[in-house]
């Protein structure tokens, strides 16, 4: 048993759950900040797919792995306008539109990756992210290799923490957030477009989206395929909970999960061959769900979430 | 100038127009696609048709994979209407093929093997939407989450059986063994694939409907959902109607599930479902949560998926098309619903 254990808890241990974290972090924050303004994102699970695959074929067609994640960026931000439109400026049921979105937008993936490559017998790759290690940094024991030996796009998930905890709590646009998510009359009142304010947060969320999908079909797989993202968006969603709308907390909730998914994965290749794989697998979505049970009775979440706002309404 | 009014009732031709508005819009978006594929759109959508109800064998075709939809359908509608977001219909259709599987494989008389199938499936199915259900009535977890998160859970489980116990040993196949013949669903249509389950599923609706208008717990499902402040006040035990509906909704899942193992497959696969469950939203939707309205909104989308195979074979548009159609159908739905809200009013300027 303690050799398992041993073969669990190598170096490359940790660096795998930086890795797992990084897309999850980034949809996560993505969809915070959706949800602090007032909107749930449901259409996450599918615009990480459109994501994934826009990116992974503008890379594929150009050469450039930074223009790839311009353009899943921008199709995040596209999705995100998109919902935006149906739920801030038309004011539809947020949970409805979502599924429609993601529904759109993985049907979209599919044609367009269907039409543009073709059904070849072995898929096209890129040559994905490679990994840059930080002078210095890097050669810190344990901690250097596991974090600053890591893709590019994982040190954008690193800033991209703090960044969105000081853009949130410190910055008059951040406040305007959080005021048209909790109180959208007083918001209006006090003069800041609640309609303005939650298009930008759904836009700012699907770029965060657009991110985490690139890293999947760029950095992890080097390709795109249709289970691509396979329940992370949906993952990101109860990680918002967990992490109780809280940038910091919700990162962390980030790490928590991918320390459970990477334990999987190292339980599926360790000897543990009498337990189906399929068991392992199961494991993060089981914890998330009892997490969830264990966190959401007191969870506090933004108060106007999933109501729609119009002025002229009392 | 024009201007947007509250509308306090609407017309009755509201429910056919509205569902024929987003699918005509549907059609016309989704028609830059297949020029952007390079076919004739009129063809491709001709095409589309012939295929799925041109002749009386393509109406078979479509109305055998009409049923799964009716009922996910079905299942969605009635969890919508107490706004319990029943989003696992999918997991709970795996559950309930699973269940009947089991019990299609044990030797008996074939009625009664249909009949203990068709109570299996049911039961996984429910059991599968009770967790939801009661982890928003007693930890206040959100349902759509946990039930797109439990989707997951039952495929990964769906796959560890095919892949172990129920693997063919013989082929190696990640298939589970056949039901015994005996309780194949009997062919209605000798030359086609019309079963038994297809006429189930049709029956379903109107029971269902009667069930959602004229019984206690139809009314009791639709004021939780309507106002569910209201509903507590009148003295309704809103938790137990949410744990009522979800059985209810996970049953309806879980026949989807049976149909499709006693009817079709006669086995269950990794790929038993094409996403009936998250169709069955769609479905609920374009019927505006009307179990009649489930029928014809199921078979339009049996129609779109037959139909696009077809077309993918003689126009070379991917048939993903058919998925982007079910999207789009949604989205335009929910904006055509905005008209039952609100009318657009011309305003005189002179007044």
Redesign the interface.
């Known amino acids: 048993m303690s050799a398992v254990f041993e073969q669990i808890f190598q170096v490359g241990f940790l660096a795998a759950i930086i890795r797992i974290a990084t897309p999850l972090a980034l949809a996560t924050l993505g969809e915070m900040f959706s949800e602090r303004a007032g909107v749930l994102n ?1 259409g996450i699970e ?1 615009i990480m797919l459109l994501c994934a695959m826009t990116g992974f074929t503008a890379t594929s067609l150009s050469g450039s792995l930074w223009l790839g994640v311009l353009t899943a960026v921008l199709t995040g931000m596209l999705m995100g306008a998109l919902h935006a439109l ?1 739920t801030v400026a ?1 004011g ?2 947020q ?3 979502g ?10 993936a ?2 367009l990756y ?2 543009i490559f073709g059904q070849q017998s072995v898929p096209p790759s890129i040559k994905g992210f490679q990994t840059v290690p930080i002078p210095i940094l890097s050669d810190i024991p344990v901690l250097g290799p596991a974090v600053f030996n890591q893709f590019a796009l994982v040190y954008v998930a690193i800033i991209a923490i703090p960044l969105a905890a000081f853009v949130l709590y410190r910055t008059p646009w951040g406040l305007s957030v959080r005021m048209v998510g909790e109180n959208p009359r007083a918001a209006d009142s006090a003069g800041v477009s609640v309609i303005a304010t939650r298009f930008q947060a759904v836009i700012l969320g699907g770029a965060l989206m657009g991110l985490a999908g690139a890293f999947l079909s760029m950095a992890q797989f080097n390709a795109f395929t249709f289970g691509v993202v ?2 992370r968006g ?2 990101a ?2 990680l918002v ?1 967990f992490g109780r709308w809280d940038p910091w907390r919700s990162a962390g909730a980030a790490l928590l999960f991918a320390f459970v998914d990477a334990l999987q994965l190292r339980m599926q290749a360790s000897g543990l061959g009498h337990i ?1 794989y ?2 392992f ?2 494991l993060p ?2 914890f ?2 009892v997490a ?3 966190m ?2 007191n ?1 506090v979440a933004p108060s106007a979430l999933l109501k729609p706002f119009r002025r002229e309404e009392r | 100038m024009f201007r947007l009014e509250v509308r306090t009732s609407t017309p009755a031709w509201f429910n056919l127009a509205l569902p024929l508005l987003a699918i005509v819009a549907t059609l016309v978006l989704c028609s830059g ?1 297949i020029a ?2 390079g076919a004739g759109v009129l063809e491709s959508y001709g095409v589309m048709f012939t295929a799925s109800l041109g002749d009386s064998y393509a109406i078979t075709e479509t109305l055998v994979r009409a049923a799964p939809m009716i009922f996910t359908g079905l299942a969605v509608a009635v969890a919508f209407r107490a706004k319990f ?1 029943n ?1 696992g219909a999918e997991g709970q259709l795996l559950a309930g093929a699973v269940a009947s599987c089991f019990v299609g494989a044990i030797p008996m008389p074939g009625p009664l093997a249909m009949l203990l199938m068709a109570i299996a499936g049911a039961a996984a199915g429910a059991a599968v939407a009770l ?1 939801p259900a009661t ?1 928003r009535v007693k ?4 349902d ?3 039930s ?3 989707n ?2 039952i495929y ?2 769906l ?2 059986l095919i ?2 116990p129920w693997k063919d040993s013989f082929s190696g196949y990640p298939i589970s063994p056949p039901i015994e013949d005996s309780a194949n669903f009997p062919v209605l249509i000798e030359g086609t694939r019309l079963h038994l389950g297809v006429v189930v599923a049709l029956i379903a609706a109107p029971l269902i409907w009667f069930l959602i208008v004229r019984t206690t717990l139809g009314f009791r499902i639709r004021v939780t959902g309507e106002n569910p402040e209201a509903a507590r006040y009148g003295g309704i035990n809103v938790e137990r109607v949410l744990i009522s509906t979800a059985l209810l909704s996970g049953a309806l899942a879980g026949l989807a599930g049976v149909g499709e193992v006693g009817g079709v497959h006669f086995q269950v696969m990794s790929d038993i479902s094409p996403g009936y469950g ?1 169709s069955g ?2 479905v609920a ?1 374009l019927a505006r949560l009307n179990p009649f309205g489930v029928v014809p909104a199921a078979i339009f989308l049996a129609a779109v998926m037959t139909g696009a195979e077809a077309m993918s074979r003689a126009t070379g548009v ?1 048939a ?9 159908a ?2 335009a739905m ?2 055509a ?2 008209f039952t809200a609100y009318r657009v009013r011309r305003v005189g300027a002179a007044r």
């Not at chain 1, 599924?99 to 979209?108: A, E, K, Q």
């Open positions: 449901l599918g149906f038309l539809l049921s949970h409805v539109c599924i429609g979105v993601t529904l759109f937008s993985s049907g979209l599919y044609f269907r039409l396979s329940g949906w993952v969603i109860a909970v189906p399929e068991a697998l199961m979505f089981i998330t769900i969830m049970a264990v959401s009775r969870a | 696609l952007l594929a977001w989003i967790v982890l930890f206040k977890v959100d759509v989450v946990s797109l998160l439990l997951s859970v990964y489980a796959m560890a892949e172990g998250y939203i769609v939707m991917p993903f098309l058919s998925d982007v159609i079910q999207g789009t949604l989205l929910l904006v619903l905005l």
